[in-house]
Structures are given as structure tokens and as C-alpha cells.
């Protein structure tokens, strides 16, 4: 089963629009109910339908959740169907109710993290945990979409431990701030 996760470039409670700041694939092993987490770089040129070569991160200005499936369906020999979308503001959110997230990071990280001064393992906020997985300057790509899936990897962790009494409060307050299909 795989899950198209985008994250898009916007603060406000629209999710049209927008370009994807994040795409990451979840891809679920229902045997197993082992979880890989795929990023597709936002700057890949692929063919979106009806809109020629372009970078894949336009595909969901141009048309949404379907016609960024539809890309990445059509591109990469998928078949996905579901979707889940957050922006910049519902993802801080979400990462405040959970109570933060632990993540290390390393001193040019830090730099780049308010109220973080130094390489270290910190609880952050939704503020600092989003300021964390947009890093560009200090490094490659690949590093800025590895942040990413670690501050998405970090999130479920932390939920995976909660009691069920916990995640029906803290789902309450999240669903409303995820745009999905599932």
C-alpha cells in the first residue's frame, strides 16, 4: 500500500494552489506492517499530464492531490490512490500536539533552528521541527529530505507510544488539519 504524503508551501488554511515543499511516499508492507518512507525531490523534472516536463513539485499548483498522484503514477510506475496533505501552519500544529518531537542535530543544523545553539538531542517544537526539515544551505538535498523523513519518522514514534485515550484526544484535534482521502 502506498500513501502520497505532500506538504505544501503555504501557511494558510488552503490546501489549493499551492506547490509541494514535500512529497514523501509511505509505502506500507501490509504483511509485515514494515513502513518505508520515500522522498521524490521537489525540483525532479517529470512529465505531468497535460502540462508537459516540469519540475514535480508544480504538478499539485496545477491540479491538486490527483494530478500530483497522477504524476507520480504515470512517471514512476505506481498505482497510488490515497493521499495525506499538510502545510507549513497545520504541521507546526500537529508537531505542538503531540508535545514535540526528539531529534539530534548537528551544529550547522543548529544555526539554522531558534533557540537551538549547539549539536545536540533536543525535544522540538512544531516552529523548530518545520524550521528543521526545510534546511537548505548547509548541505545537499538529499540531507533536506532526509530531515524531512526524520521529522515525520520522529512523529510516529512518538504516537506509537501513546495510549489509546491519548490518540483518540490528539486525533480529534489533528484530522481536521490534514486534508486526505483515506
Given at each position: 500500500r502506498n500513501i502520497a504524503i505532500f506538504g505544501i508551501d503555504t501557511r494558510e488554511n488552503t490546501y489549493?494552489?499551492?506547490r509541494t515543499d514535500c512529497i514523501i511516499i509511505a509505502s506500507i508492507n501490509q504483511n509485515t506492517k514494515e513502513v518505508k518512507l520515500v522522498s521524490?525531490?521537489?525540483d525532479t523534472y517529470l512529465d505531468i499530464p497535460n502540462h508537459g516536463l516540469d519540475k514535480v513539485n508544480h504538478a499539485y499548483a496545477y491540479g491538486g492531490p490527483a494530478l500530483s498522484m497522477s504524476t507520480l503514477n504515470t512517471n514512476l510506475d505506481l498505482n497510488i490512490t490515497e493521499f495525506a496533505t499538510v502545510n507549513f501552519t497545520s504541521t507546526q500544529e500537529i508537531i505542538d500536539e503531540i508535545g514535540g518531537i526528539k531529534?539530534?542535530?548537528t551544529d550547522a543544523e543548529a544555526t539554522q533552528i531558534s533557540g537551538i545553539n549547539e549539536a545536540g538531542?533536543?525535544?522540538l517544537n512544531g516552529e523548530q521541527a518545520l524550521a528543521y526539515s526545510r534546511i537548505r544551505k548547509?548541505?545537499?538535498d538529499y540531507k533536506r529530505t532526509e530531515r524531512m523523513?526524520?521529522?515525520m519518522a520522529a512523529c510516529l514514534e512518538k504516537v506509537k507510544k501513546m495510549s489509546v485515550s491519548e490518540l483518540n484526544a490528539i486525533t480529534d484535534k489533528v484530522?481536521?488539519?490534514i486534508y486526505t482521502n483515506i
Amino acid at each position: 500500500r502506498n500513501i502520497a504524503i505532500f506538504g505544501i508551501d503555504t501557511r494558510e488554511n488552503t490546501y489549493s494552489g499551492s506547490r509541494t515543499d514535500c512529497i514523501i511516499i509511505a509505502s506500507i508492507n501490509q504483511n509485515t506492517k514494515e513502513v518505508k518512507l520515500v522522498s521524490v525531490y521537489r525540483d525532479t523534472y517529470l512529465d505531468i499530464p497535460n502540462h508537459g516536463l516540469d519540475k514535480v513539485n508544480h504538478a499539485y499548483a496545477y491540479g491538486g492531490p490527483a494530478l500530483s498522484m497522477s504524476t507520480l503514477n504515470t512517471n514512476l510506475d505506481l498505482n497510488i490512490t490515497e493521499f495525506a496533505t499538510v502545510n507549513f501552519t497545520s504541521t507546526q500544529e500537529i508537531i505542538d500536539e503531540i508535545g514535540g518531537i526528539k531529534l539530534t542535530v548537528t551544529d550547522a543544523e543548529a544555526t539554522q533552528i531558534s533557540g537551538i545553539n549547539e549539536a545536540g538531542t533536543y525535544t522540538l517544537n512544531g516552529e523548530q521541527a518545520l524550521a528543521y526539515s526545510r534546511i537548505r544551505k548547509i548541505d545537499t538535498d538529499y540531507k533536506r529530505t532526509e530531515r524531512m523523513r526524520n521529522v515525520m519518522a520522529a512523529c510516529l514514534e512518538k504516537v506509537k507510544k501513546m495510549s489509546v485515550s491519548e490518540l483518540n484526544a490528539i486525533t480529534d484535534k489533528v484530522l481536521p488539519r490534514i486534508y486526505t482521502n483515506i
